[in-house]
């Protein structure tokens, strides 16, 4: 008995048209979508190198965890992705989960759970994958939710993180972004410390995950993405659309790279080396 053939990969972000502006553009924004793919700039960049991780998983998950999910797009990548597997969509966020449910009923994707909780409230599990991207910055007390998020691994299970820098290097000048600073609030709140590095690295290894990957990522190449991306955006949404195939382009530019001291980012992979024994 063969067995069966693996589904193929899925076009990444392919339901973004049935959300937000391209969805009250109706069939037009759909037509759009189908052109040029998934629109946010910065979330496109970050796709593509959580693509490339998940490209070297094996086995393929069977119980998989998007902590800090949004409004999904990464939880139904994962779920097309793995038909197989029970895909967890979780956020704090009522709205976002809402709007995810009603795409996933477009969609009828069943094997996709969105659940309204927050990071700190993550059960004990078995998942093979849990991912979280740019979601832990917004936490202030972060080692307490790695720890929940190691207890919800199977033993040999992935993590995958991915975190905003405190300090965003700007190519324009900084006061241009001030309505995004804002935005991004974590930044401007004392009580919400941010990772480093080491500090990153320290913690995930005395909770016995072994870092496996540990990226700074968001170079040059990202920068000029993003900034360009925002300041177009802000003052034409006709010009934005007309511009987002030269933007991903460059967002993709920096993919190929990886800065060393000094990107915007960081990207994590570590592995659950045993099981927990804690009383």
Known sequence: MTNPAPAPIPRFGRWQARQG??????????????????????????????????DDLSPAPRSILDAGCGTGDFALYL??????????????????????????????????????RRHEDTPPGNNNLIICIDALQ??????????????????????????????????????????HEIEERWRLDAAIAPYDRAELRHDLEALRLRVEKLLFTTGWWGRLAFELSYLI???????????????????????????????????????????????
């Open 21 to 54: 502006a391209l969805a009250r553009l109706g069939a037009v924004g759909r037509l759009y979508a189908n052109l040029v793919g998934y629109t946010q700039i910065g979330g496109y960049g970050r796709s593509l190198l959580f693509r490339r991780l998940l």
């Open 138 to 179: 917004y936490v202030p007390d972060k080692l307490a939710v790695l720890e929940r998020f190691a207890a919800a691994l199977a033993t040999g299970g992935v993590l995958i993180l991915r975190m905003p820098r405190p300090v965003q290097r700007r190519l324009f000048p900084a006061h241009w972004f001030v309505g």
């Open 233 to 279: 955006a802000t003052r034409s949404r006709i010009a934005f659309a007309l511009a987002v195939p030269a933007l991903k382009f460059c967002a993709w530019l920096d993919t190929l790279g990886r800065p060393k001291r000094d990107g915007d980012g960081l990207l994590t992979l570590a592995v659950k080396t045993e099981a927990d024994d804690s009383p």
């Open 79 to 116: 779920a097309e992705r793995y038909p197989q597997a029970t895909v967890v969509a979780a956020d704090s966020d009522e709205a976002a989960i809402q709007t995810l449910r009603q795409t996933q009923a477009t969609a009828e994707i069943d094997n996709l759970r969105p659940v309204v």
